[in-house]
């Protein structure tokens, strides 16, 4: 993910599936404590299908566990294209490869 001062920050709203209901097993942290960041790629709903890839910069200080939801900080890796589809109010799933773990909405620019 490029840090060139072109990076767009994004606040967003997640929920993440139940592992019954397909989602992860375990929890995400999504803090910017964790020395790795999170990265998971965003499908607009209702959109031509793109993926975004996202890389989460902030979010809260515990892990996020399967079945419920967090405010969170993304950045985007090329924001020039895309910061037109992440718009306040957008939905999105979110994906881990082909796998759908979660869904949000944008809260913010």
Known sequence: MGTNGAARYIKVW???LPFD??????PLDLSSEWPVAYRPQFRVR???GR??????????????TPGAGAHATIRLSNPGRLQSELVAGVEFDVLEGPRLIGFGHVTSK
């Open 14 to 16: 997640i929920e993440l």
């Open 21 to 26: 209901e397909g989602g992860r097993r375990t």
């Open 46 to 48: 209702g959109g031509n």
């Open 51 to 64: 993926l975004i890839d996202v890389e989460f910069v902030a979010g809260p200080s515990e892990p996020v």
